[in-house]
T-cell receptor
């Protein structure tokens, strides 16, 4: 079955360490996204990519970095520059150029930084 | 201005009753799409239903229907015959023709279904 796999489900890190969240999809979607969700709140866009080797900053990109070397993969690095990294991170994919194409989400990674 | 507004932070509904979750949107595009997602406590986001701005009929998917009132810029989700498993957060989202790259999300409504 096609879908999006995020790993790990839970991640614990010490303050000052960089950490990379994995996102892999086999839906053959060109567009991929990273969202952050804080408790009781909506989703905020961190980065998105419409095509391999290209990505754009979203609304809250500071302290994060991404790469898109393969169509299937869009890893997110949370750097030590991110002031409040503890959050729930969701990866998603979609078909660009098709307005009725919904976002397909992974199951998320819950990051705790102490 | 916010693109998507969900004014009900939390709602209760009795099992087997119908419930309406409100969503209003703001866009100057003529072509746009509206989406509803369900997020159970486990965290995954589940796509429920889609409505296109040019669709003349309200969208329906099983127990979910979308009450689309274009002139009022509202896209309310109606869940019929609520079940305990419907207890979750619900998010309304929009995608505009002029900016395909972005999905705008509301702040969500937490629905609790009472037995």
């Amino acid at each position: 079955d096609g879908g999006i796999t995020q790993s790990p489900k839970y991640l614990f890190r010490k303050e000052g360490q960089n950490v990379t969240l994995s996102c892999e999809q086999n839906l053959n979607h060109d567009a991929m996204y990273w969202y952050r969700q804080d408790p009781g709140q909506g989703l905020r866009l961190i980065y998105y990519s419409q095509i391999v080797n290209d990505f754009q900053k979203g609304d809250i990109a500071e302290g994060y970095s991404v790469s898109r070397e393969k169509k299937e993969s869009f890893p997110l690095t949370v750097t030590s520059a991110q002031k409040n990294p503890t959050a729930f991170y969701l990866c998603a994919s979609s078909i660009p150029g098709l307005i009725n194409s919904p976002l397909h989400f992974g199951n998320g990674t819950r990051l705790t930084v102490t | 201005a916010q693109k998507i507004t969900q004014t009900q932070p939390g709602m209760f509904v009795q099992e087997k009753e119908a419930v309406t979750l409100d969503c209003t949107y703001d866009t100057s595009d003529q072509s746009y799409g509206l989406f509803w997602y369900k997020q159970p406590s486990s965290g995954e986001m589940i796509f429920l239903i889609y409505q296109g701005s040019y669709d003349e009929q309200n969208a329906t998917e099983g127990r979910y229907s979308l009450n689309f009132q274009k002139a009022r810029k509202s896209a309310n989700l109606v869940i019929s015959a609520s079940q305990l498993g419907d207890s979750a957060m619900y998010f309304c989202a929009m995608r505009e023709w002029g900016n395909f790259n972005k999905f705008y999300f509301g702040s969500g409504t937490k629905l609790n279904v009472k037995p």
